[in-house]
């Protein structure tokens, strides 16, 4: 264990990680699965562009089920989720079903104790991986989850857990399936941290809500191991009693007997852990007890937690005020938001097992007004989340998933009436699909047509409403493309023709030039009546009110400029890791860093305003970058490669938690053009973003959602502190500007 594994940062940040044969089950049988055991539902959308590269078109499927649902009651989202491990059917190139594969899971329970998702299984059947259940809430409610780590590492014989092998700091492996040759992690030059590790420690990241990023809430430092032992019974009582007191403010003001089990529990780790296969003999630096109760003797939240968590937060309600008596600067936006697992190393992995979720977040303005736009639409809604689906990243798995997946079906069809507007949520939780919407071709004169409210889940103004600048274009500028990037989340009013057809819509995933059908639209039966209707470009009375908190950020209140560069090793033009070349792999950095769990590399003053420039210095790969706690405004957009390079609307910013940071420029063979002098890309693509920094100091971090990427090094350990703990000690890559 190296030094700077064990180096803790100033909030404890440790890096210190604890870390088959064929089935005749065919997608036949698995449609059979889902079309009895789920509830079905429907979708659709709007031509906007032609596609580059075309695709047969796909037979006809099923529609996507309708995932299972945990819903809030009387200001309270309570429900149990668990991870657990099982046998899946994984896909193949196809689409098929060819290899049968332990993979973890969510299992999710609502506040009455019953399984609501995944469905059961029939008897002698091998399912095929699923999301985890949609959670729904209103802005303003506590969310109290009981979250339990219940996998069996050793149903994993000694595979992407290295702590199964005594070896808690080492990579997961890979070894060709014929040679035995070690690839993985030799072939790319990993080492640990910074490497694909520790996949059965977990925790959530509740991605795209505006709440603390320490303590109970959307804290992604938490590393939960497993402990199949620490059993919802068990720990019932502790758990009902820290979330009828509320959201802690530190570790110490938690239920003594909380503490103290959990201190018991650490201690038994200890004790009892495997080190080089015997029982007992683990090093002492690597014993979590002792680290975790420095850490509390300095006031600070544990990183190592056994077998439980209990999440409890509230939604922040704009015009209530925190615990300082203070009025919120920003509130939660309702809208479509999503929640996966983040433990650096194995948030790739644990995300292509199928460990994301939707979580819908309901407001009183917000889904009054879609219901006063037609009623119907909230009882239409379609909640849709893209997904690929493996075992592992293929630096592990040597398989590389494109499929893309809706609600776990594979390019499903949809069918509305003719003349029917619905409201579709779509979540992006792909690890690597950077998508250009392309909508649906026209066919005989004939398109559904599509009116996007939100981004990100956070609604458009009456005027990006009116320009669509994410779809149509708009007078500002040539849109930016990517918008469907993993992370990012896109709400969308959706009219069916009255020509009854089929159509079909269609994707770019721009990494790989790959155009494809993700769903189709069939519009059968008779027109809908009553007539529904989007809201014209002259009824603002008619379209979602406002909130004056995401108003655009003027110019004047900025106080710090930085630059963030995402990019790889000095003279690489390719990404590497080539079959045709033996490249190495790059390595993905921040300003020329990997990260580090002790280190901050971004110290942000509470209730700050800032504006960064985040460019891209490597080839053919749209970074999307990701901050955690709070949104942010996209104010231009420089794509080298583009006819139209440059994307600068001026006002009416539109709001976003993830953006893809467009590829540095390439020369005339597809490989990355250099500055002779640094060896770095002559001229990177960029985004520029102003950023709120309101509401929630703590310690959080920045990321590319290309998942394999941040767990291979492109993260950033960041905080946000109070303005009276003194001026910020470490600020790279600042620039303040004198006056």
């Not at 047969?56 to 009651?73: L, M, N, R, T, V």
């Not at 046998?87 to 973890?104: I, L, N, Q, Y």
């Not at 937060?313 to 309702?334: E, I, S, V, W």
Request: aromatic share 8%.
């Amino acid at each position: 264990m190296t030094a700077e594994a064990r180096q803790a940062g100033p909030n404890g940040i440790a890096e210190q990680s604890f870390d088959v044969p064929e089935n005749p089950t065919v997608v036949s049988s698995r449609r059979e699965f889902l079309g009895g055991a789920l509830a079905v539902s429907s979708l659709a959308l709007s031509g906007l562009r032609e596609a580059a590269v075309a695709q047969p078109a796909p037979q006809p499927a099923s529609a996507p089920p309708k995932i299972g649902e945990i819903s809030s009651s009387g200001g309270r989202l309570r429900a149990v989720i668990t991870i657990k491990n099982a046998d899946r059917m994984m896909p193949g190139d196809s689409g098929a079903f060819e290899r049968k594969t332990m993979v973890r899971y969510f299992e999710g329970k609502d506040a009455s104790g019953n399984v609501v998702w995944p469905p059961q299984t029939p008897a002698g059947m091998v399912p095929p991986p699923l999301p985890g259940p949609t959670l729904r809430a209103q802005v303003g409610d506590q969310v109290e989850i009981t979250f339990l780590n219940h996998v069996r590492v050793d149903e994993f014989a000694g595979s992407l857990d290295k702590a199964e092998e005594g070896d808690p700091l080492g990579c997961d492996g890979s070894k060709d399936g014929v040679t035995g040759k070690d690839l993985y992690p030799q072939e790319a030059g990993d080492r640990a941290p910074v490497c694909f590790h520790g996949s059965s420690t977990a925790n959530i990241h509740w991605h795209g809500t505006h709440v603390t990023p320490d303590g109970l809430g959307d804290n992604v430092l938490l590393h939960l191991r497993p402990n199949p032992q620490v059993t919802e019974e068990l720990i019932q009582k502790d758990i009902e009693e820290i979330f009828r007191e509320g959201p802690p403010t530190t570790w110490l003001s938690l239920r003594p007997e909380w503490r103290e089990r959990q201190k018991a529990l650490l201690k038994e780790h200890d004790r009892t852990a495997i080190w080089k296969g015997v029982r007992g003999a683990l090093p002492p630096e690597l014993h979590l007890w002792p680290a975790t109760e420095k850490l509390i003797e300095r006031g600070l939240w544990p990183q190592y937690q056994i077998g439980a968590f209990p999440y409890c937060f509230k939604l922040t309600r704009f015009g209530d005020t925190n615990q300082d008596g203070k009025p919120y600067a920003m509130g939660q936006c309702p809208g479509t938001h999503w929640y996966h697992a983040h433990k650096h190393g194995s948030t790739a992995t644990n995300v292509l097992n199928g460990m994301v979720g939707v979580f819908i977040i309901e407001g009183a303005e917000y889904d009054g007004a879609l219901r006063n736009i037609d009623p119907r639409l909230k009882q239409t809604e379609k909640v849709l989340i893209v997904q690929n689906f493996g075992e592992a990243p293929n630096l592990l798995s040597r398989r590389v998933p494109n499929l893309l997946w809706v609600n776990g079906q594979l390019r499903p069809t949809i069918t509305m009436q003719p003349g029917e507007v619905q409201l579709w949520r779509f979540v992006n939780a792909s690890i690597r699909a950077v998508n250009t919407l392309l909508g649906f071709a026209p066919k005989n004169g004939a398109a559904p047509e599509i009116r996007q409210i939100a981004q990100d889940g956070v609604q458009f103004s009456f005027d990006n409403y009116k320009n669509q600048p994410h779809l149509r274009g708009s007078a500002a500028g040539i849109p930016p493309l990517n918008t469907f990037a993993p992370g990012n989340r896109v709400d969308l009013l959706v009219k069916a023709p009255l020509q009854k057809d089929s159509y079909e819509f269609r994707v770019t995933d721009t990494t790989i030039a790959l155009t494809e059908s993700l769903l189709t639209l069939r519009v059968e039966g008779d027109p809908i009546s009553p007539a529904m209707a989007f809201p014209s470009d002259t009824e603002r009375s008619r379209y979602l009110p406002f909130p004056s908190f995401l108003t655009d950020i003027d110019p004047s209140e900025i106080k710090i400029w930085r630059k963030l560069d995402f990019g790889w090793e000095p003279n690489r033009t390719t990404p590497g890791l080539n079959t045709a070349l033996p490249i190495p792999g790059a390595k993905f950095m921040i300003n020329d860093k990997q990260f580090s769990g002790g280190r901050y590399d971004q110290t942000m003053v509470l209730g700050d305003k800032e504006e960064w420039t985040l460019t891209n210095s490597t080839a053919t790969i749209a970074h999307p970058f990701h901050i955690h706690v709070n949104p942010f405004q996209v104010v231009e957009i420089y794509d080298p490669n583009a006819s139209d390079q440059l994307y600068k609307p001026g006002k009416n910013f539109v709001w976003h938690d993830v953006i893809a940071i467009p590829p540095a420029r390439l020369d005339a063979n597809g490989s990355l053009l250099l500055d002779p002098k640094t060896g770095k890309a002559l001229d990177p693509g960029y985004v520029k973003i102003r950023h709120p920094f309101v509401d929630f100091a703590g310690s959080y971090v920045l990321h590319c959602h290309m998942l394999a990427h941040e767990d291979r090094g492109m993260m950033q350990l960041i905080r946000v502190i109070r303005g009276d703990q003194g001026v910020p000690s470490h600020q790279e890559d600042v620039t303040v500007p004198h006056h």
